[in-house]
T-cell receptor, first 111, second 115 residues
Framework: DAKTTQPPSMDCAEGRAANLPCNHS???????VYWYRQIHSQGPQYIIH???NNETNEMASLIITEDRKSSTLILPHATLRDTAVYYC????????????FGAGTTVTVRA | EPEVTQTPSHQVTQMGQEVILRCVPI?????FYWYRQILGQKVEFLVS????????KSEIFDDQFSVERPDGSNFTLKIRSTKLEDSAMYFC?????????????FGPGTRLLVL
């Protein structure tokens, strides 16, 4: 599996956009970029995933660079409830494939 | 929205005892997983299960662990003889596997404490 690198922590002001970077320079052609988050020891929660095109859903936007070696998760208007550990995970688009979690980025949204 | 549920939410047991952690995956999902997270550490994959058999397991998933889908709804993780180092949060997850949104949905977890 391609490995990912994320900053260990970042702060964000409430109401502002949070931009979470992830490097995955060894990503291969069939691997997708997935983002999950974990709020205070709850079960990980799926946010978004993409292959090469930018993606947007009700939670976030995912921007993947043209060479696919890095991506950015954007929370458009961060709220206090977005405080969590955010994980960037690269995996093949196969159903039967485990998720390999790293340490993630601890995002703290401040009022 | 359908959710993965897990019981119990907390379990305290004595070292050497057997524990069974229960999960009810989302209905019609075909792939099932167990993960664990020791306090302060990463979420670790334990095992994946499809078509009534284990499809992949990690080094952690040794002979002390087993999984079962005894009926059409439950998915269980059994630890035969618990050790202190088995204390962790255990998360169950399921995935549709039907060409729909291919992502794993996680339950809230069971916090296991081995004394």
């Amino acid at each position: 599996d391609a490995k990912t690198t994320q900053p260990p922590s970042m702060d964000c002001a409430e109401g502002r956009a949070a931009n979470l970077p992830c490097n995955h320079s060894t990503i291969s052609g069939n691997e997708y970029v997935y983002w999950y988050r974990q709020i205070h020891s709850q079960g990980p929660q799926y946010i978004i995933h993409g292959l090469k095109n930018n993606e947007t859903n009700e939670m976030a936007s995912l921007i993947i660079t043209e060479d696919r070696k890095s991506s950015t998760l954007i929370l458009p208007h961060a709220t206090l409830r977005d405080t969590a550990v955010y994980y960037c995970i690269v995996r093949p688009r196969s159903n039967d494939y485990k998720l390999s979690f790293g340490a993630g980025t601890t995002v703290t949204v401040r009022a | 929205e359908p959710e993965v549920t897990q019981t119990p939410s907390h379990q305290v047991t004595q070292m050497g005892q057997e524990v069974i952690l229960r999960c009810v995956p989302i209905s019609n999902h075909l792939y099932f997983y167990w993960y664990r997270q020791i306090l302060g550490q990463k979420v670790e994959f334990l095992v994946s299960f499809y078509n009534n058999e284990i499809s992949e397991k990690s080094e952690i998933f040794d002979d002390q662990f087993s999984v079962e889908r005894p009926d059409g709804s439950n998915f269980t993780l059994k630890i035969r003889s618990t050790k202190l180092e088995d204390s962790a949060m255990y998360f169950c997850a399921s995935l549709p596997g039907q060409g729909l949104r291919e992502t794993q949905y996680f339950g809230p977890g069971t916090r296991l404490l081995v004394l």
